[in-house]
């Protein structure tokens, strides 16, 4: 029996929604060789940077944080800023982050966020190859507590039984990965926080 969208929990019409994007931004790093050497890799670290702190608000929405209650631990902002320090990476002047009051929306941002931690498994093995680890320079990429299965699952299960608007978080999630993909083609903004 085929589905049709309208069927689909929110979680998979996420997925199908930024299939094309996540393709795109895997190749991407792959291509830029952001895991081929210890340099290379502190521009990956600037990009997750600028990334966390763009979605660091939307991780203590109001509307969120009542159907994640852990959502708050949850936030990786913290952890790329000590990989920054571990790699003395300066960070840039001002202290922004993005207001995204609609809870939907900002659904679909948390899910490009949540979601980069199951890859995450993958680039964690990379990056051990070049010296880094879950303490020093890779914190960003470890698995939450719980492990990596049970904390994406937990979190695809809230979003799907919270009725957010599917148009709504789609069109968060999209934006998610553009930023990303922005960061890391656009003239710039790896270079934005380089000494
Ligand atoms: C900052 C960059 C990245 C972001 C924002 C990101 C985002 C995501 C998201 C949202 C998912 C969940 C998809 C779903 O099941 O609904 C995911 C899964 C996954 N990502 Fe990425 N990703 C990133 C980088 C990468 C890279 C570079 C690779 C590998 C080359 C990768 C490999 C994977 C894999 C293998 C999964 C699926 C894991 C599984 O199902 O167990 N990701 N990622």
Same mark, same amino acid.
């Given at each position: ?51 966390? =702190? ?19 631990? =949850? ?35 948390? &899910? ?33 507590? /719980?492990? =990596? ?26 934006? /998610? ?5 922005? &960061? ?12």
């Amino acid at each position: 029996m085929t589905r049709t969208s309208d069927q689909l929990s929110l979680s998979l019409r996420l997925k199908d929604a930024t299939h094309t994007l996540h393709e795109d931004l895997d190749k991407g790093i792959m291509a830029h060789g952001l895991f081929s050497s210890s340099e290379k890799y502190r521009n990956f670290v600037k990009l997750q940077y600028l990334f966390h =702190r763009d979605v660091n608000a939307a991780y203590n929405h109001v509307q969120l944080v009542e159907i994640i209650p852990d959502l708050a631990a =949850r936030n990786r902002f913290a952890h790329v800023c000590q990989d920054m320090q571990d790699l003395g990476l300066p960070f840039p002047d001002e202290e922004t982050t993005l207001d995204i009051p609609d809870a939907s929306t900002a659904a679909g941002w948390l &899910y490009v966020a949540e979601g980069s931690k199951l890859g995450a498994n993958f680039l964690m093995k990379l990056v051990e190859n070049l010296g880094f680890t879950e303490s020093f320079g890779a914190r960003h990429l470890a698995a939450d507590p /719980g492990g =990596r299965g049970a904390s994406w699952n937990a979190f695809k299960s809230a979003i799907d039984h919270a009725g957010f608007d599917p148009v709504l978080a789609a069109t968060g999630a999209r934006a /998610g990965f553009l930023r990303v993909k922005n &960061y890391m083609t656009a003239p710039g903004p790896l270079s934005a926080v380089s000494a």
